[in-house]
T-cell receptor, first 114, second 112 residues
Framework: DTGVSQNPRHKITKRGQNVTFRCDPISEHNRLYWYRQTLGQGPEFLTYFQNEAQLEKSRLLSDRFSAERPKGSFSTLEIQRTEQGDSAMYLC????????????FGNGTRLTVT | QQQVKQSPQSLIVQKGGIPIINCAYENTAFDYFPWYQQFPGKGPALLIAIRPDVSEKKEGRFTISFNKSAKQFSLHIMDSQPGDSATYFCAASVTGNTPLVFGKGTRLSVIA
């Protein structure tokens, strides 16, 4: 069990650019979640997958955000036309199917939009 | 609308003290209540969790107290240590239905 891996750890981009983050979950976990965390706040749910199916999307996930999980393994989160308000820590978590099961979080990707 | 309200925002205790962090919720359908611990630069990690069929759960120095009628639950850390200094988040979900919703966090500092 190598844990949830997220890359890159840090990303600085200019407003209007597109960015993509990657998450590799714990291998036997079939559920994968994306959360966003801003300074002084708790993680806010964005979306989650069970295997390759995207089961739920938060209203926070605007049209500029898209997430994929091809083949039910790693996942990518893309933000198009970034805005300064997108600056945050993007956290990925995975869990086994079954409820409730603990979420295992990665260490996040910190995005700074200048 | 914040689904889980956490207090206090920050807390400073002496080593050996018993910090208490409180959370309140409105959705009576919630049936899973975990607490997560987060250190700077790291993702949150599960500390302890409780279901509403029990009023208290203890794991090591960490205890959750749950009051279903008041829709409140709290985390107690016994014999707190400087290594417990971190941000703590309560969370809640409806089993099999919704992803976890988190409180805003409590930043705990344990001073020697």
């Amino acid at each position: 069990d190598t844990g949830v891996s997220q890359n890159p750890r840090h990303k600085i981009t200019k407003r209007g650019q597109n960015v993509t983050f990657r998450c590799d979950p714990i291998s036997e976990h079939n559920r994968l979640y994306w959360y966003r965390q801003t300074l002084g706040q708790g993680p806010e749910f964005l979306t989650y997958f069970q295997n390759e199916a995207q089961l739920e999307k938060s209203r926070l996930l605007s049209d500029r955000f898209s997430a994929e999980r091809p083949k039910g393994s790693f996942s990518t989160l893309e933000i198009q036309r970034t805005e300064q308000g997108d600056s945050a820590m993007y956290l990925c978590a995975s869990s086994q199917q079954g409820d409730p099961t603990p979420l295992h979080f990665g260490n996040g990707t910190r995005l700074t939009v200048t | 609308q914040q689904q889980v309200k956490q207090s206090p925002q920050s807390l400073i205790v002496q080593k050996g003290g018993i910090p208490i962090i409180n959370c309140a919720y409105e959705n009576t359908a919630f049936d899973y209540f975990p607490w997560y611990q987060q250190f700077p630069g790291k993702g949150p990690a599960l500390l302890i969790a409780i279901r509403p069929d029990v009023s208290e759960k203890k794991e090591g120095r960490f205890t959750i107290s749950f009051n279903k009628s008041a829709k409140q639950f709290s985390l107690h850390i016994m014999d707190s240590q400087p290594g417990d200094s971190a941000t703590y988040f309560c969370a809640a979900s409806v089993t099999g239905n919704t992803p976890l919703v988190f409180g805003k966090g409590t930043r705990l500092s344990v001073i020697a």
